[in-house]
């Protein structure tokens, strides 16, 4: 059984990392099934899967050609070569005679005898794969788990101070280097910047995802390492670009949990204009979404989710591009919500479209993980540094749209 441990180990973590990468590769497929037909890639996507599938097949025809070999078969060899060497033995001896009942006996006891071994041998190969297995999963449990601190006052003001951040996912290629950014309790805050320029990455670094390498970022004068992670959640919320969506009622996405009245759920549905279409519904607050909200738009999963955060009003909250497929008059109800919302809680908006954020108390300017301008919106146009040019650029891109929308035939 060494023997076989030895050379099968390598064997079957091939086949659970080949299994693994089939089911990684069904979850693809399945999840992007759309781009697929509409770019017509079912051939290569199904040869990927063919070329993974079958190397599957043949680690796992290797892992039974060795308990072929190594495993029962030749523990029987084995037994039978002892049955073999002990008739031989006794059998060329003068000494006596045996009765046919008594050989019945010693062949049924010697096969009693390797019975347990012959199981022990069974279960080998199901127990090298849990224990392949078993490394995958307590290498996943070895990691460094992130540590909060004990310091259980809620948040108040809603303060942030990033002094002198840096963080790199990757030691050596930092993402973002020397941030520093203060906001006023119950200020407004945008951070712009193209696509790789660090935005979401800060935004992480508030919400506690992550450690930074250097500096330290407090909210309320108290480092984020120090707050427990209930008052960390509770205080400061995040909504993002592609909402979570679960396959649950209406009110349990809102709520997810949280001690929150019916009416503190419609109240919020209201200020995000989803109210409507939720009373249209014949189970209304009760209705049953779709796994991953699939009966909603990407637009009414952002407005959910926005809901979701405003029922509880955090101390800081976070909109890491929320807007982005929301129409123009939706987008206004939005901003007219926000606006009362700013009474109580800090706001930190990461935008693309300049229009939305105009109203910020400072705009951070982003390139390369570095802050290159900080003003408001009048004073970073006066400049006519890097936020001017892209300001000029959604200029000319609206105006842009706009023509070509005049000139299109009507039908």
Request: proline content about 3%; some cysteine.
């Amino acid at each position: 059984m060494a023997v076989y441990q030895h050379y099968s180990t390598p064997v079957v973590r091939r086949v659970r990392s080949y299994l693994a990468d089939i089911n990684d590769g069904f979850n693809e497929v399945i999840n992007g099934m759309g781009v697929i037909q509409q770019f017509r890639q079912q051939a290569r996507f199904g040869e990927k899967m063919g070329e993974v599938s079958r190397s599957h097949y043949q680690a796992r025809m290797q892992t039974l050609r060795l308990e072929g070999f190594l495993l029962r078969p030749l523990l029987s060899l084995f037994s039978a070569m002892i049955l073999c060497g002990l008739l031989m033995m006794f059998g060329f001896s003068a000494e006596g005679s045996i009765g046919v009942g008594v050989l019945y006996a010693f062949i049924n006891y010697l096969g009693r005898l390797n019975e347990p071994l012959i199981e022990l041998t069974s279960q080998q190969s199901m127990m090298q794969q849990a224990v392949v297995a078993g490394e995958r999963i307590f290498e996943l449990m070895d990691d460094a788990q992130q540590n909060y601190g004990g310091d259980i006052q809620p948040l108040q003001s809603g303060r942030v101070d990033v002094n002198n951040v840096t963080f790199a996912y990757r030691e050596g290629r930092p993402v973002l280097q020397d941030i520093n950014l203060h906001i006023a309790s119950r200020g407004f805050v945008a951070l712009v910047g193209h696509t790789g320029s660090g935005k979401s990455t800060l935004a992480n670094l508030l919400m506690g995802y992550y450690p930074v390498n250097q500096g330290e970022i407090c909210i309320d004068g108290r480092p984020i390492p120090t707050l427990s992670h209930q008052v960390l959640r509770e205080g400061v919320a995040m909504v993002q670009q592609d909402p979570v969506v679960m396959a649950e009622s209406v009110m349990h996405n809102v709520t997810l949990g949280r001690d929150i009245s019916e009416a503190q759920v419609w109240k919020a549905l209201e200020d995000v204009q989803l109210a409507p279409l939720v009373r249209s519904w014949p189970q209304g607050i009760q209705t049953q979404l779709g796994e991953q909200g699939n009966n909603l738009s990407v637009g009414q999963k952002q407005l959910l989710a926005m809901a979701r955060v405003l029922v509880q009003a955090p101390q800081i909250l976070i909109l890491d591009e929320a807007t982005a497929n929301i129409d123009s008059g939706t987008e206004q109800a939005i901003q007219k919500a926000l606006n009362v919302i700013r009474q109580q809680t800090t706001l930190i908006v990461i935008a693309h479209r300049l229009s939305t954020i105009v109203d910020a108390d400072s705009i951070l300017v982003l390139h390369r993980g570095q802050a290159v301008e900080q003003g408001s919106h009048h004073e970073l146009l006066a400049k006519q540094g890097r936020y001017y040019q892209m300001h000029q650029l959604q200029l000319v891109g609206e105006a842009l749209a706009a023509g070509l929308h005049q000139e299109s035939p009507t039908i």
